[in-house]
């Protein structure tokens, strides 16, 4: 069975730190892994997609890693703003075509 | 780039009524549709993938007769909660698959809708 962790659960950071937020799954057959962002009552906004044959992909602040070997990503969040409060969601999907996605870790920036 | 919407976004309906929520993907075709559910806290729940022009299929412990989906066209799936009880209570979002330029696919969520069942 699939299974996707994100830790921490909860981050509060102050205003311009570096961040890093973690992912980790069990399928050793990847198709691609997602990170999203949520906020309150919301959908869900994509971030970046990495494809099993890419180690990183990178969009403004945001960089996030895939390491198939050891089952886990990270996002990287640079120069931190409190805009960037949210509850970020990562989600694998494996052979199956379905998306699993983890319980998501909710960050919160201090001006 | 591809947008999907969703209505109502918000519903609030008594015990033992029925609810349809629609998904529509605004400018894209979409053969498959995928209805999720949250609950507080806790991970996006697949509940189901839509099939245009055919019958969904259910993830396991999700009841077919309880949450109907019917996917009629290309661009839009309906979900219908019959019989609604307080404990159907929750966040359901709905996703569509489109494939990207160079073939690269991926799904596209809408903003979800907030269902209260009184």
């Known amino acids: 069975k699939q299974e996707v962790t994100q830790i921490p659960a909860a981050l509060s950071v102050p205003e311009g730190e570096n961040l890093v937020l973690n992912c980790s799954f069990t399928d050793s057959a990847i198709y691609n892994l997602q990170w999203f962002r949520q906020d309150p009552g919301k959908g869900l906004t994509s971030l970046l997609l990495?494809?099993?044959?890419?180690r990183e992909q990178t969009s403004g602040r945001l960089n996030a890693s895939l390491d198939k070997s050891s089952g886990r990503s990270t996002l990287y969040i640079a120069a931190s703003q409190p805009g960037d409060s949210a509850t970020y969601l990562c989600a694998e999907q494996g052979g199956s075509e379905k998306l699993v996605f983890g319980k998501g870790t909710k960050l919160t920036v201090n001006p | 780039g591809a947008v999907v919407s969703q209505h109502p976004s918000r519903v609030i309906c008594k015990s033992g009524t029925s609810v349809k929520i629609e998904c529509r993907s605004l400018d894209f075709q979409a053969t498959t549709m995928f209805w999720y559910r949250q609950f507080p806290k806790k991970s996006l729940m697949l509940m189901a993938t839509?099939?245009?022009?055919?019958?969904?299929?259910?993830e396991q412990g999700v009841e077919k007769d309880k949450f109907l989906i019917n996917h009629a066209s290309l661009t839009l799936s309906t979900l219908t909660v019959t019989s609604a009880h307080p404990e159907d209570s929750s966040f359901y979002i709905c996703?569509?698959?489109?494939?990207?330029?160079?073939?690269?696919?991926?799904?596209?969520f809408g903003p979800g809708t907030r269902l209260l069942v009184l």
């Open positions: 996703s569509a698959r489109a494939w990207l330029a160079g073939a690269q696919e991926t799904q596209y």
């Open positions: 839509s099939n245009e022009g055919s019958k969904a299929t259910y």
């Open positions: 990495i494809q099993s044959s890419q």
